[in-house]
């Protein structure tokens, strides 16, 4: 059930019931996980602000998202079609994000305009006649 | 990327590479994703439905929390444990965080085991993550308690934005049920691997099909989803 071709640089060892890879690739992998794990973890730990804050959780937690999606739930090794028929769509959440942006930002700027306490002494909004 | 497994012993066409790949996959009247067995696919596309929900879930927390004029309780001291003395910030969050990744961990090597028909090392490494989900379950639990107790409610709470409980209760509610929906699954699989059931191909008793060692990686594409949510709940709710 090996099969030798001039396209294999390593031939793969296939079997009917599915593809399987040498138990060290998982160790590596479950190991990279928990210094992802860490490193997220120290980002509070060490109260990092702003910016680098933020940008540091994304990457740990997509590099963590990537590695689970690739090795553990075997998606390096599928179809072309298979990976971009599952990866592709939930991209499209983006779209859904940065509407959701939008919309956010617009509240909290109206709540600021229309909400204001009384305490503050709030300009005159003009009212329509 | 390698060469997709080639089962049959017929010499067939030289396949497209790269993206000529996905266009040959869907052209023509034929099955799209070649010699992946039916279930894989399946559950994939289950768990985009399933990514959906809980995208959704998390863009409008976010779009909430954006747009509340009160500050958001700040969540390394929501979720903060007492310790010696000591307040450690999202202790429990990370012990489970590791609880969780262990459980992929095994998940991972289950499958592998599988596939290989070792009944007893497959047996013993589902468990394990069976008991593995069940006591991040219970943690959850745990944590629900706490905070409840201590006064956060989906309307109000004694720190800030008054939308922060019902976020919190909605998006983690929903993951553990995942998740103890998970351990039971993988209870099942796990006696029917004991049992020679997947050997033998015996009809499963849910739905009267026959079963096979794909089961066990179907199992583990529902479980490391689990992971998944979790790492992105980790990141935008617990982090942020």
């Known amino acids: 059930m090996t099969q030798h071709d001039s396209h294999h640089t390593a031939p793969a060892v296939v079997h009917a019931q599915g593809q399987q890879h040498p138990l060290g690739i998982y160790f590596k992998i479950w190991g990279l996980l928990f210094v992802l794990s860490i490193a997220s973890y120290m980002v509070d730990y060490f109260h990092f602000q702003g910016l680098l804050r933020w940008s540091l959780i994304i990457t740990f937690m997509l590099l963590k998202a990537g590695l689970i999606v690739a090795v553990f739930m075997h998606m390096l090794w599928e179809r072309l079609a298979l990976l971009y028929a599952i990866v592709v769509p939930p991209l499209l959440l983006l779209v859904l994000l940065g509407i959701g942006a939008l919309e956010g930002d617009y509240t909290f700027l109206t709540r600021g305009q229309f909400f204001t306490p009384a305490a503050t002494p709030a300009p005159a909004v003009a009212k329509p006649q | ?240």
């Open chain 2, 1 to 240: 990327m390698t060469q997709p497994a080639i089962t049959g012993h017929a010499t067939s066409l030289p396949q497209p590479e790269g993206l000529r790949s996905i266009v040959s996959d869907f052209s023509s009247d034929q099955r799209a994703f070649k010699n992946v067995p039916w279930g894989k696919p399946m559950m994939w596309i289950f768990l985009v439905s399933d990514t959906f929900i809980f995208g959704s879930f998390l863009i409008s927390y976010m779009t909430v929390r954006m747009s509340t004029t009160v500050p958001w309780p700040n969540p390394s001291q929501v979720f903060s444990l007492q310790m010696f003395g000591k307040d450690v910030p999202l202790l429990l969050i990370a012990i489970m965080t590791f609880v969780l990744i262990s459980s992929s961990g095994t998940m991972a090597l289950a499958v592998n085991y599988g596939y290989r028909r070792d009944r007893k090392t497959t047996f013993w490494l589902l468990i394990a993550t069976a008991v593995l989900g069940a006591t991040f379950v219970g943690m959850q639990a745990f944590e629900w308690t706490k905070l409840i107790h201590e006064g956060v409610r989906p309307w109000s709470n004694p720190w800030g934005a008054a939308q922060f409980g019902s976020s919190f209760f909605m998006i983690t509610g929903f993951h553990g049920t995942h998740v103890s929906i998970g351990v039971i699954f993988l209870v099942i699989v796990a006696v029917k691997v004991w049992r020679g059931d997947l050997d033998h191909q015996r009809p499963g008793f849910l739905t009267g099909r026959r079963g096979n060692y794909e089961i066990v990686e179907t199992m583990g594409l529902y479980w490391h989803f689990v992971d998944l949510v979790w790492v992105f709940i980790f990141a935008f709710f617990y982090l942020w």
